[in-house]
Antibody, heavy 116, light 108 residues
């Protein structure tokens, strides 16, 4: 199983951050939750949210009002949208597969900076 | 909201010695706890889940213990590749998660 994040490396303040995670070696429609985690430079990990193939989504309460996670099973991808970004959203963003208690497979991460 | 607190923030240990890292939950999470290792420039790697079960391919020198609110990650006989940052993560309300702030394990 391999995961690969993609998307713009620079987003302007107040705009929407959009990232995609492409999964290979496993069909996301077969099961598992698929999640996003971020890490500001030099800081710790923060779970953003997760989604199941059924469409069930769970979001970090601190980000819930700004986050949308969606699946595209035809492309074997899932996506993250984070609206109204500020400099505090500058981070490495990781996608990962939830094993049902812990994330067993991770992408390499993509750095997103929020700046004008 | 469950808060995870790791201690110490930095731990200095000599190669070949044992390292003991702690993680405390603000309320009971039973054994719904995972540990990760993160090296510079890399994604985290799952070491332990269910508080004490090693993930696939994780060496036996990594051991997890605890339940409720107190957890420990023990690394026996530290190897050079073990010096990294370690995070605990609770999933009592799975699929929601909370991470601890991390412990940096450095060479003494």
């Amino acid at each position: 199983v391999q995961l690969q994040e993609s998307g713009p490396g620079l987003v302007k303040p107040s705009e929407t951050l959009s990232l995609t995670c492409t999964v290979s070696g496993y069909s996301i429609s077969s099961g598992f939750y698929w999640g996003w985690i971020r890490q500001p430079p030099g800081k710790g990990l923060e779970w953003i949210g997760s989604m199941y193939r059924s469409g069930s989504t769970f979001y970090n309460p601190s980000l819930k009002s700004r986050v949308t996670i969606s699946l595209d099973t035809s492309k074997n991808q899932f996506s993250l949208k984070l609206s109204s970004v500020t400099a505090a959203d500058t981070a490495m963003y990781y996608c990962a597969r939830d094993r049902g208690g812990g994330f067993g497979y991770w992408g390499q991460g993509t750095l997103v900076a929020v700046s004008s | 909201e469950i808060v995870m607190t790791q201690s110490p923030a930095t731990l200095s240990v000599s190669p070949g010695e044992r390292a003991t890292l702690s993680c405390r939950a603000s309320q009971s999470v039973d054994t719904n706890l995972a540990w990760y290792q993160q090296k510079p420039g890399q994604a985290p790697r799952l070491l332990i889940y269910g508080a004490s079960t090693r993930a696939t391919g994780i060496p036996a020198r990594f051991g997890g213990s605890g339940s409720g609110t107190e957890f420990t990650l023990t690394i026996s006989s530290l190897q050079s590749e073990d010096f990294a940052v370690y995070y605990c993560q609770e999933y009592y309300n799975w699929p929601s998660y909370t991470f601890g702030q991390g412990t940096k394990l450095e060479i003494k």
